[in-house]
Every structure is written in structure tokens, then in C-alpha cells.
């Protein structure tokens, strides 16, 4: 297997799941026999990015508020 075939996998894998968490992704990490690094990378691009977007829409959402007052 090439070196970067066990993360696709987990990658296709986490997409199928009904809800992304720190817990879906350790279990991916598991299963699919990942390094640390492989598992943090999955984090920052699953959750620190789904953060990210829940803040700009939250600020979004403030500032369309403001606008129609």
C-alpha cells in the first residue's frame, strides 16, 4: 500500500459518517492504522476548519442582523 492509501481510506471513510467528531476521527485513526500526524491533520481539517466556518457564519448571521436594524 502506498503511503498516503491508508489516509484516503480514512478520508472516504470519515465522509460516509453521519457526524464528524474527535471520537469518529481517533476511531478512523484506529481502524485504518494512521500516524499521529495523519490523525492531527484529520482534526485541523475536520474540526478546527468546521470551527471556523460555524464562526464566520455566527458572525455573518450578527452583522445581518445589524444591517437590518
Request: aromatic share 12%; charged share 35%.
Given at each position: 500500500m502506498n503511503e498516503?492509501?491508508?489516509?484516503?481510506?480514512?478520508l472516504s471513510w470519515l465522509l460516509e459518517q453521519?457526524?464528524?467528531d474527535q471520537e469518529t476521527i481517533a476511531e478512523a485513526s484506529r481502524h485504518?492504522?494512521?500516524s499521529p500526524v495523519d490523525e492531527e491533520f484529520?482534526?485541523?481539517?475536520?474540526?478546527?476548519e468546521q470551527q471556523r466556518r460555524a464562526d464566520i457564519q455566527?458572525?455573518?448571521t450578527r452583522n445581518d442582523?445589524?444591517?437590518s436594524s
Open positions: 498516503h492509501e491508508s489516509l484516503r481510506k480514512a453521519p457526524q464528524l485504518f492504522d494512521l484529520l482534526h485541523r481539517y475536520f474540526i478546527e455566527s458572525k455573518n442582523d445589524l444591517d
